[in-house]
């Protein structure tokens, strides 16, 4: 199985934001967004937005991932993964891994920074899982993080020194 990991640009920004539109409609839990968010903002909303990369397998996008880095030169030692996302079938084949290990690599040569930051929902056991064999570390706990009517799920903060 060949996987490409390629940044998203302009002319495949539109699925990008299918796959995500598809990720917070499947798993609402795990993204801080909403669905319904999400289509009010539009794909022009994440129009200027840097560093979306996409997992091709046969041409088509198979899973997703975000990295943020602020402007702020205080805070640009080091930046976050956001929106990390695979299609259920394909779920458990390594990609998460592939398209994580491409952003560290690309977030080190590319930005020039330390340090990679991120926050998994606690009821996220898979992505928690391929975090910490990446040597993520814990560093906090940020209970009843987010709230949807009564339902509420903590979120974990992890560091990762690159």
Not at 15 to 35: A, G, H, V
Not at 111 to 118: C, E, F, G, H, Q
Not at 137 to 152: F, H, L, T, Y
Request: charged share 25%; glycine share 8%.
């Amino acid at each position: 199985m060949t996987i490409e990991i390629t940044k998203i640009n302009n002319s495949t920004l539109d699925e990008w934001f299918e796959l995500r539109l598809e990720s917070i409609k499947f798993y609402p839990k795990f993204f801080l967004s909403t669905y319904e968010l999400e289509v009010l903002k539009g794909v022009e909303h994440y129009r200027g937005v840097k560093n979306l990369f996409g997992a091709y397998k046969q041409g088509k996008l198979i899973g997703i991932v975000s990295l943020a880095q602020s402007d702020n030169p205080k805070l640009s030692h080091k930046a976050n993964i956001w929106g990390l996302y695979v299609k259920s079938e394909h779920s458990g084949a390594g990609i998460g891994k592939k398209l994580v290990l491409h952003t560290l690599k690309f977030a080190k040569e590319e930005l020039k920074v330390d340090m990679l930051n991120l926050a998994v929902a606690s009821i996220n056991p898979g992505a928690i899982r391929l975090y910490e064999s990446l040597n993520f570390k814990r560093w906090g706990v940020e209970p009843d993080a987010v709230r949807e009517g009564v339902e509420s799920v903590d979120d974990y903060y992890y560091y990762l020194r690159i």
